[in-house]
């Protein structure tokens, strides 16, 4: 993860080298668009946004030391999961027979993100069925069924021990609409060589899925044939608020616009 000195703009003694470019120093040169390096590879701190700085200080992941490999995450990930399941069959008659099932399972997880962040994905995972099955006769037999899934689920937010407060001062757009803003981390084009994880946090994101369905079948058995019609109906809905500001980041105007690897 960056050290305090590359937060400061000190990209002098990074261990990885690379040079930065000035992005208002870009320009067309016969043709070619080129830009110049910061002197020493250090940006001035005027050009450094006091917003993004403010940010970083509050969310990003803390070095041990300078290099490579320089954090370990050392805390744990928990992960709990309880169900259940109860059927109730009852036969009315020799030609009424009934039966009621409900599933249902709890999971609850708690991922640790950099070294104070974290998510805590929470959900219900609940199936409750029926059916209902009558003989006309013995070549008759007519079947109803139906049944309702639903999942109530609070979608991971990303988490922090200092929530939103250090955002209140920067003056982040809408902020208590959105409930906070994160940055995208990950090993991806964006931060490499640096492997960054997520920070800041992020506002509620209440989902829930309720899927449903009906259908019935009536079976008529005729010799050595077996005729079969009925109908189905599925409904499959999402139902999801995500509840947050993010912030994005790209290397594109501070790397040498002829050589962009």
């Known amino acids: 993860v960056p050290t305090a ?15 930065i470019y000035n992005p208002f120093t870009t320009r067309v040169e016969d043709g070619r668009l080129v830009r110049d390096p ?9 050009l450094i946004s006091p917003t993004m700085r403010a940010f970083l200080d509050a969310y990003l992941v803390r070095a041990d030391a300078g290099g490579s490999n320089n954090f370990l995450d050392t805390r744990d990930r928990t992960s709990t999961a309880n169900s259940f399941q109860v059927r109730v069959d009852h036969h009315f008659s020799n030609s009424d027979n009934v039966f009621l099932r409900w599933t249902e399972q709890h999971l609850e997880s708690v991922n640790p993100i ?5 998510r805590s994905p929470e959900s219900i995972n609940r199936n409750v069925g029926g059916g209902w099955f009558h003989t006309f006769s013995p070549s008759v037999i007519l079947e109803v069924r139906g049944g309702l899934a639903t999942q109530p689920t609070e979608d991971a937010p990303l988490e922090h021990e200092l929530g939103v407060a250090p955002q209140q001062a920067l003056g982040l757009p809408e902020l208590d609409r959105f409930a906070g803003y994160f940055l995208q981390g990950g090993n991806n084009n964006n931060f490499q060589p640096w492997n ?22 009536l079976t008529w058995l005729r010799g050595n044939h077996n ?14 608020r995500n509840q947050f500001g993010q912030l994005n980041f790209s290397p594109e105007a501070t790397h040498d616009p002829q050589n962009p690897a």
């Open 5 to 19: 000195r590359e937060l400061s703009g000190d990209f002098s003694q990074t261990f990885h080298g690379r040079t």
């Open 38 to 46: 910061f002197p020493g590879n250090v940006i001035p701190a005027e």
């Open 114 to 118: 950099g070294d104070r962040g974290e």
């Open 196 to 217: 960054i994880s997520d920070m800041g946090v992020q506002g509620p994101r209440p989902r829930n899925n309720p899927n449903w369905n009906a259908a019935a079948d």
């Open 227 to 240: 005729f079969k019609m009925g109908f189905q109906m599925l409904r499959i809905s999402r139902l999801q």
